[in-house]
């Protein structure tokens, strides 16, 4: 999935060498004072600190990850409650699950710009860009199934805590950067992008069977967590670090959701329906420390406690389709598609008043944005493109016979995800040339300002990401014991802006914006476990 990213800043790392590198080859320590500042964010989402953050579900369980997430119209123990709660009619006895995924990969550059332009006639060369996505483990799903009757007819129930939304996948970039100045040595930029935690759901859901045809299914969700991200930035010679930045974030965020599905009897072919129905999730108590990167090592250091508004997404109603098909007592087939409008998104939060000007009338570089807000609410397009996945699958049984069952499985998932690329609109593409318009009195370019200072990282969405997954597991079914692994490739391209750098200030945004493209591998190993009582 390619990930939409944030204006604030590539450009301030690059003029930072400029000024600075000349200090650091002398081994210089910085004694520059420290200002505090606090300031009235945006929300989150046009701040950027969630461009990483994917609420699409990730799925549940090594036997339906195995099969490229599809698995719809099976009967399965309660973890299927994410997917399809009508699935709990599989629920023959009291069973217990637990899952728990490890995230590793790697990457392959496609594009950087290797030579940028950082005006008054100097130029910063870049080399050996490299991206290194992070290693994680998680907890996937813990659940608990129950055989019922219902209503006088056979059910199940199940209960489940599971983690429904990462706040995203981490990485390490890596550069040498080198410039006109001081002799041209080399100089290392080294960023680490942290992000932490996620959505959790605690899910309770039922299924009933009407007749041998039809099974129907609900599932409540009571969604929570803690979204947390650490990014840091900095530039290096001989294992010194003579400039650094960087941002700690953290948000709370709930919801509220139902889930309704359906399976429906064919013989040998099964047909289900779901959809998880639309609700808003809410972001409070945002909260960000800013450690901007300074201009040199004699400039005065910069802390800004930054307090994000709360806001409200809505999130747009998924439907799934999907079905099943038994060849034989050994092969199963699966299919589904998901679709999920997020092009219908809206944030809602406090409505922010921008003002834009010049500190000095007559110095263009005195250039400003202040924000405030106002009593009344407003709501704008999230700016998130529609999603899709279709996910094919299939299992097939290597043993077969008495208690014991060794099941194999294969799966390709394509998807259009809720994360964007990043995209500079016409007009942006030159930020110092737009302020210098604006201070020869452009009143069109005051417009598109005081939109950057408004939406921020909103205005920088592009194309949804696409990726593509290749999987594989292994299941071994042992009378009242079940194991699955499952093994994914899953590959997408991400674009950014080359060199991150964050400063609330934006006298120091881009201004020679330039994008990388970076195609990732992320590799997840996923290991479910089963009781039966």
Known sequence: MKSSARILVPFVLAASILVAAPCA??????????????????SSWEAGFLSTFNFDRVPVGARMSAMGGAGMALAGGAEYMSL???????VERPQLESSALFYSGGSTIQTFPELLDIGQAQFLQSKDYRVSPSTKLNYNNVS???PLVILG??????????????????????????GSF???QEVNYGREDKPEDGVDAI?????????????????????????????SYGLSQFGFEFLSGGYTFSQDVSGFNVDLGGRAHLGRLNLAAAAQMSHDLNFKNGFAVVRPVPEDLTSTKILAFTHLL????????????????????????????????????????????PTVGFSNPEDSTSYFVSLATADRKETF???????NSLRLGLEYALHSSGRVRVPVRLGYRTEKVALTNTMIPAGYSDYAGMIDRYFNGSAATEDTLLEAARYSNLIFRGDPVKSTAITFGLGVDIDTFSASLSVERRSYDVDNFYLYGFNPDPAFNATFPSLTAVTRHILTIGLTSRMRF
């Open 25 to 42: 080859f002398a081994q210089a320590v910085s004694t520059a004072p420290t200002d505090t500042l606090t300031l009235i964010g945006r």
């Open 84 to 90: 399809n709660p009508a699935a709990l009619i599989g």
């Open 144 to 146: 608990l199934g129950l």
């Open 153 to 178: 007819g056979r059910g199940g129930l199940g209960l489940s805590y599971r983690r429904e939304a990462r706040t995203g996948e981490g990485s390490e970039d890596r550069a040498i950067l080198k």
């Open 182 to 184: 001081a002799a041209g």
């Open 203 to 231: 899910s309770v859901g039922a299924a009933r069977a009407f007749g041998n045809f039809l099974d129907l299914g609900f599932a409540l969700n009571w969604q929570s967590g803690t979204l947390r991200r650490n990014e």
């Open 310 to 353: 709360d806001n409200t997404l809505s999130i747009p109603t998924a439907i799934g389709l999907g079905s099943s098909l038994e060849l034989g007592r050994r092969l199963t087939l699966v299919g589904d598609y998901w679709i999920r409008p997020w092009s219908k998104a809206d944030i809602t939060r406090q409505e922010i008043i």
């Open 381 to 387: 397009n999230a700016g998130l493109g529609d999603a």
